[in-house]
């Protein structure tokens, strides 16, 4: 017959715990002292927080301040050896010194006759312009759609401002 072997000893350094499966299995007992426990989720009622002013204007992040400190001596050096590095041929340092003297493209101011917009029914002639330059090239489709958006809004303005004149003169009318 085969023997029924004990299991093995623990560690001398393990700890022994007595825990019945109903412990396991059950939650833990809900603290008495709702007070002391850690508010979960949003903590504030919205609109306002702990800093209702928001961090000060002009506050700097302070592991930018210590980067600076620390490079505050050495910039001049660094900066040779990534030129340095950029002629012989490192194409991270390339990149790095060509994104310094020519940064990425914005915004850049484009030239092209644009008529005036007085009313509403001048846009038609400034879109048209607009629509114009774009097929001749003088301006990319991005840069046609951002100033067609910039004459809409116009007209709007246009459109509110005629509406509120026209509410005057009848508030005027109105009046004995």
Same mark, same amino acid.
């Given at each position: 017959?085969?023997?029924? @072997? ?18 396991? @299995? ?43 400190? !620390? ?22 340092? !390339? ?6 003297? !020519? ?74």
């Amino acid at each position: 017959m085969d023997e029924i @072997s004990s299991p093995p000893a623990p560690p001398e350094n393990a700890v022994q715990t007595d825990i019945s499966m109903d412990e396991i @299995s059950s939650p833990p007992a809900p603290a008495e002292d709702t007070a002391m426990q850690k508010p979960r989720g949003r903590p504030f009622e919205p609109g306002s927080s702990g800093n209702p002013h928001g961090r000060p204007k002009g506050s700097r992040n302070k592991t930018t301040m210590a980067v600076e400190a !620390l490079l505050d001596g050495d910039a001049a050096a660094i900066t040779r050896k990534a030129v340095e590095k950029a002629l012989e041929g490192d194409m991270a340092a !390339l990149r790095l010194c060509l994104e310094r003297i !020519l940064p990425a493209r914005r915004d850049r101011p484009v030239a092209f006759e644009l008529p005036k917009i007085a009313t509403a029914a001048d846009a038609l002639e400034a879109s048209s312009a607009v629509l114009a330059a774009c097929a001749e090239g003088i301006l990319s489709p991005s840069e046609a759609a951002e100033i067609m958006d910039l004459i809409t809004t116009h007209i709007r303005t246009l459109e509110v401002t005629e509406i509120e004149a026209r509410l005057n003169a009848l508030g005027k009318a109105r009046q004995p």
